[in-house]
């Protein structure tokens, strides 16, 4: 399974980079703007980290254009950027001609706001290159996030649909797991919740316990 960094901090995700080779990045209007940057500034700046790498950076567009031209000329536009970028499409009627005209001329596609198994096959259908749905909003809304994502795996894989699918909105350790084990290819996370999944109380415990007796042992 592929670990993406959900967010647009340049420096975060640098050290998430070099100290756990994250496979990719997603970024979305809200990380931009916690970014503190112009959304072009940002995103050739995270574009600069990857380049001449397979890592994907997935871009969104403009979430006020709600009309398949322009949703066109605006990805294409960012695909132009960076060989590395994916093209985030929300998930709207409008956007399946989109995200199939764009898979034509080889521009990559992630779908993006899927809280459905419909939208995902639809999304799927028109060529999508990632489907993100979104589990953490779904929890909060007393949804079974389980049975949703392993729905989406299982539709994938009966039609041998070449789509990627990127389970986000994760919010704790449980739901990478979950997401691996219901047959997702990646997950997207904020910094935090990686750090806080790599490590455990029990692990903090043992060091603790073993130090205490490496220190009453000699070493020679
Ligand atoms: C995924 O691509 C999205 O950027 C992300 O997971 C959105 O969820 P959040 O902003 O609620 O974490």
């Known amino acids: 399974m592929k670990f993406f960094l959900d967010s647009a901090i340049v420096d975060e995700i640098a050290y998430a980079l070099d100290t756990f080779d994250i496979d990719g990045i997603t970024t979305n209007p809200r990380h931009v703007q916690v970014s503190g940057k112009p959304f072009m500034s940002v995103i050739k700046e995270i574009a600069n980290l990857v380049e001449g790498t397979e890592k994907t950076i997935s871009v969104e567009v403009n979430p006020h254009i709600m009309d398949t031209a322009e949703m066109i000329a605006e990805a294409e536009k960012l695909a132009a950027i960076s060989a590395n970028f994916v093209i985030k499409l929300q998930c709207v009627e409008v956007a399946f001609k989109a995200i199939k005209t764009l898979s034509e001329q080889g521009i990559r596609v992630n779908c993006t706001l899927i809280f459905s198994a419909m939208q995902a096959l639809q999304a799927m259908r028109s060529g999508a290159y990632y489907i993100s749905p979104f589990i953490g909003w779904k929890e909060s809304n007393a949804e079974d996030v389980q049975q949703f994502i392993e729905d989406v795996s299982i539709i994938r894989d009966n039609f041998n649909f070449d789509t990627e699918i ?24 904020g910094l935090q919740v990686y750090q806080d999944g790599f490590d455990h109380p029990y692990t903090q415990k043992g060091i603790k316990i073993f130090s205490d007796f490496w220190d009453k042992t000699q070493y020679e």
């Open 166 to 189: 990127i389970v986000a909105a994760v919010r704790n350790a449980r739901q990478i797991a979950d997401a691996a084990v219901a047959g997702a290819d990646i997950v997207t996370a």
